[in-house]
T-cell receptor
Framework: EAEVAQSPRYKITEKSQAVAFWCDPI?????LYWYRQILGQGPELLVQ????????DSQLPKDRFSAERLKGVDSTLKIQPAELGDSAMYLC??????????????FGPGTRLLVL | AQSVAQPEDQVNVAEGNPLTVKCTYSVSGNPYLFWYVQYPNRGLQFLLK??????LVKGSYGFEAEFNKSQTSFHLKKPSALVSDSALYFC??????????FGDGTTLTVKP
């Protein structure tokens, strides 16, 4: 069964350092999402791509976060500089169509970030 | 603004008993409702969704959910709980604008 791949699974960094997370969606999925999940809360959408274009990044802290999906396949989420409050699970998800509201999202295992 | 509430942080049931995990929502427009399950240090797994049609939706692993428009609820149910059902459950709502909002999750513990 096809899965969404993410790496690394765990990342420990010091504040003010740069970190990057990678996501490879299910093959053929045009829509890709990055979520942040703080412990004890549900996932919060950071950015949504349709192919290589950003559809929604209204909740992305653009002063320190950036995301790209250059060829419309895999994606990278970067934080620079990292802050203590960025400690969270970062989840990537993909869906097959145009991000239509009835589509099911398939999630990767996540990257757990700890900022010291 | 849309929102999802999962009023119970924790639900405890005995194995073999029925279980219910509650979810209420608030949206303008038609709601598209989802349930996901999350095991420790893992991503979310899709269980079921309501888009339109029959108010009772059947999903994976014997779970079902009932959409109630008048009560704006979408409670997750299972007739007979298993110890392996113990996990974190999330309710989510999508709107016509395509934005997903998740609840804060309910931890289900099934005791042998």
């Amino acid at each position: 069964e096809a899965e969404v791949a993410q790496s690394p699974r765990y990342k420990i960094t010091e504040k003010s350092q740069a970190v990057a997370f990678w996501c490879d969606p299910i093959s053929g999925h045009a829509t890709l999402y990055w979520y942040r999940q703080i412990l004890g809360q549900g996932p919060e959408l950071l950015v949504q791509f349709q192919d290589e274009s950003v559809v929604d990044d209204s909740q992305l802290p653009k002063d320190r976060f950036s995301a790209e999906r250059l060829k419309g396949v895999d994606s990278t989420l970067k934080i620079q500089p990292a802050e203590l409050g960025d400690s969270a699970m970062y989840l990537c998800a993909s869906s097959s169509g145009g991000g239509r509201v009835q589509e099911t999202q398939y999630f990767g295992p996540g990257t757990r970030l700890l900022v010291l | 603004a849309q929102s999802v509430a999962q009023p119970e942080d924790q639900v405890n049931v005995a194995e073999g008993n029925p279980l219910t995990v509650k979810c209420t929502y608030s949206v303008s427009g038609n709601p598209y409702l989802f349930w996901y399950v999350q095991y420790p240090n893992r991503g979310l797994q899709f269980l079921l969704k309501y888009i339109t049609g029959d108010n009772l939706v059947k999903g994976s692993y014997g779970f079902e959910a009932e959409f109630n428009k008048s009560q704006t609820s979408f409670h997750l149910k299972k007739p007979s709980a298993l110890v392996s059902d113990s996990a974190l459950y999330f309710c989510a709502v999508n709107t016509n604008a395509g934005k997903s909002t998740f609840g804060d999750g309910t931890t289900l513990t099934v005791k042998p």
